[in-house]
């Protein structure tokens, strides 16, 4: 995970300087961060400056500014990655029945695909997690399609990760018995997803407010879950309407549990699936 060491302690911003470095962040990433927050960005910047000890604090956040490759480091240490295998359980059973659905309708398909996003995937758990799921599914109808799962993120870090494919016990504490022995292999004290499936997931930096050529629709099924939580509704519905545009007509949204478009956008539509539900793209 990313972060700085607990013991950092930042510089002192006065008023105006934190007000307008939070206001940078808010556009370079729509995330919101308020005074509560004071202490979390001045010590991360705090850890960022040690990096560069010549420059004061006004020099610094100048730097940020045109700086693209420090601004990505800085904006790294301010994200949040809380992440894991197979998170919100009862969203991962409407996830398989979405799935059972769309696989038993793409074997009619000559050349049948089937394209998923995870965007803000932090290290991966999210992408892989999709990954199993969908070969798992396939196995069992004995279909074979073309299918690709994409994870996006602005942290490096995170992304460095998700490459290694390397995970600690708490990570896929929640991972079946039965799928940890079949995709993951020990090394060491990790756990690193090594099954073949594992090629047919790409992982791209690419930012939701802007996202370019790295994230080309149409996808059939987006992950956006508990990203939007750290957005203003501004921010939020930006986004939402991106992801409208890069998803197919009837193409499934999963949102984080204490996420809803339902102040932000009315492009989408809930549907029940089983016992819970999902957002269509009509
Ligand atoms: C709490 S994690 C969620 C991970 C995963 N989706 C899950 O629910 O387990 C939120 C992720 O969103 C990413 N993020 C925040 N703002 C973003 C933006 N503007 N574009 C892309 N990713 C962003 C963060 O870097 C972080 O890794």
Known sequence: MSGPGQSTVGPVLSDAEYRSLCEWVYLQTGMVFDDRRRDVVENRLGARMQQHSGLSVQQYLRRLAVDEREAREFLDLLTVNETYFFRDLPQMTVFRQVLEEMVAERRQVP?????????????????????????????????????????????????????????????????????????????????????????????????????????????????????????????????????????????????????????????????RVGSGFVYIRP
């Open 111 to 271: 050349l049948g695909r089937l394209r998923v996003w995870s965007a803000g995937c932090s290290i991966g758990c999210e992408p892989y997690t999709l990954a199993m799921c969908i070969q798992e599914e396939l196995d069992r109808q004995r279909v074979s399609l073309e299918w690709h799962v994409l994870g996006t993120d602005i942290s490096p870090s995170s992304l460095e990760v998700a490459e290694s494919a390397l995970y600690s016990d708490r990570e896929v504490r929640d991972v079946p018995p039965d799928l940890l022995k079949k995709y993951f292999r020990r090394r060491d004290t990790w756990w690193e997803f090594s099954h073949p499936c594992k090629n047919r997931v790409q992982f791209r930096y690419s930012n939701l407010l802007r996202p370019g050529r790295e994230v080309q629709g149409a996808f059939d099924i987006v992950f956006c879950r508990n990203v939007l939580i750290y957005f203003d509704d501004a921010s939020r519905r930006q986004v939402a309407e991106t992801l409208f545009d890069l998803m197919v007509p009837g193409g499934y949204l999963f949102l984080g549990a204490s996420e809803s478009m339902s102040r932000i956008s009315r492009a989408f539509q809930l549907r």
